[in-house]
């Protein structure tokens, strides 16, 4: 994480996670795919990063890493109250979908991978 990231003053927990970066190959595609999908804003420090800024979670885009977009990495999960026109808006800002909506204990959940090739996979809880 850079170390010039302003952000207010976070609530830090011992072994939780508080920061992801994901690596792009193309950063001007990666916020548009993201904005248009998940309404997502930035930070930009310099042409190779961008901090995720009202994500539910700290994040940044890293086009400078010898880090490479994974299907196989960590799995990102986003929650969404309405999943199916989540998938509607993930599908329109270009996304490919890798595994359709599916049920599992407590909810329901799909993948996509975005430009960059990164799966990552959006969520809807049951409600109690």
């Known amino acids: 994480?850079?170390?010039n990231v302003e952000t207010e003053t976070p609530v830090v927990v011992n072994h939780t996670i508080n920061y992801i970066e994901l690596p792009v190959t193309d950063m001007a595609a990666s916020k548009a795919f993201y904005t248009a999908a998940f309404g997502w804003s930035y930070v930009d420090y310099?042409?190779?990063y961008a901090a995720f800024?009202?994500?539910g979670l700290d994040g940044g885009f890293d086009?400078?890493?010898d880090r490479k977009?994974?299907?196989n990495g960590a799995l990102v999960v986003i929650y969404a109250e309405d999943l199916e026109a989540s998938l509607a808006k993930v599908k329109a800002a270009g996304g490919e979908i890798s595994i359709p909506i599916f049920s599992f204990p407590g909810g329901r959940r799909f993948h996509f991978v975005d430009p960059s090739g990164n799966?990552?996979?959006v969520a809807s809880y049951a409600q109690e």
Do not use: Y
């Open 119 to 121: 799966e990552l996979s």
């Open 69 to 71: 977009p994974s299907k």
């Open 1 to 3: 994480m850079p170390e």
């Open 63 to 65: 086009a400078a890493s």
């Open 53 to 55: 800024t009202n994500t």
């Open 46 to 48: 310099g042409p190779t």
